[in-house]
């Protein structure tokens, strides 16, 4: 069973991993372990302090490397005790590696992972290269802390967990996971305010139905995220349908002109 262990200095900020949604079925179902720690809980002052000023002078505060230490020691035992060889230490940082569908795939190979959520202005320096297997950033911008990146990570590794998705297909089919966006999705009723769902999708026709979503997901791609698509690489039907696709799309525009 997968394990995950997050340290945070706000616990329960992950109950919406744990409580809510397909993660919180998983979880009821025992498909993945979670345990939170606080670092808080391992330091002895008064203040129950975690953090301090930087060295060398500047705003904000820095998380101290020795409670935050002493967290993933507990975190790797508690995973080793539940069969984890080998847990890995990933700090979630806006300098890691971009979380890509790429990066999902490969880290769903790890039996255990002890996420790090960062505050303040960071993480003292020498715990990240003692300690951290690697950083990972949700995207080139910075939240408040590490929380809402730990659970998106957690929440698309979970995803990936056989018997998670009430539909197996589902994981499949999403967006990015075959390298292109998903296709445009229609349900009840079949005309609404004037916007009929496309008679393909209705015909019976599976055929005709795959044919025309792979051609929507290739198409949209193309509009929205070119960066995805490599026409050099595509194969001779897909370069057919997506050409297929741009003659309907500036008819369509020539149409509403």
């Avoid at 809510?20 to 998983?26: E, F, V």
């Avoid at 539909?167 to 999403?174: G, N, R, V």
């Avoid at 349900?187 to 008679?199: C, N, S």
């Amino acid at each position: 069973m997968k394990q995950f262990d997050v340290i945070t200095i706000f616990p329960a900020m992950l109950d919406a991993i744990a409580d809510h949604g397909i993660t919180g079925r998983a979880l009821d179902e025992k498909r993945f372990g979670l345990k939170v720690w606080d670092p808080r809980d391992f330091v002895w002052d008064n203040y129950r302090r975690v953090d301090d000023r930087p060295y060398g002078g500047g705003p904000g505060m820095v998380m101290m490397a020795e409670p935050l230490q002493q967290c993933i020691d507990v975190a790797k035992q508690r995973q080793r005790d539940a069969g984890v060889a080998e847990p890995k230490v990933i700090l979630m940082s806006p300098q890691g590696e971009r979380l890509t569908e790429a990066l999902v795939r490969e880290l769903s190979n790890e039996e255990g992972l002890v996420l790090i959520a960062g505050r303040y202005e960071g993480v003292d320096e020498r715990l990240v290269r003692r300690s951290v297997d690697r950083e990972v950033s949700i995207g080139d911008y910075v939240t408040s802390g590490g929380e809402l990146p730990a659970m998106v990570l957690i929440d698309c590794l979970v995803r990936r967990i056989p018997g998670s998705l009430n539909d197996a297909e589902s994981a499949a089919q999403d967006s990015f996971s075959a390298g292109l966006l998903d296709w445009p999705h229609y349900t009840r009723p079949e005309d609404w305010q004037g916007a009929a769902v496309p008679e393909v999708l209705l015909s019976g026709n599976h055929a005709a139905i795959a044919r025309w979503r792979r051609k929507q997901a290739l198409g949209r791609t193309w509009d929205r995220r070119p960066d995805l698509i490599d026409e050099s690489k595509l194969a001779r039907e897909d370069r057919q349908l997506l050409e297929e696709y741009r003659r309907e799309r500036q008819a369509q525009e020539q149409q509403q002109q």
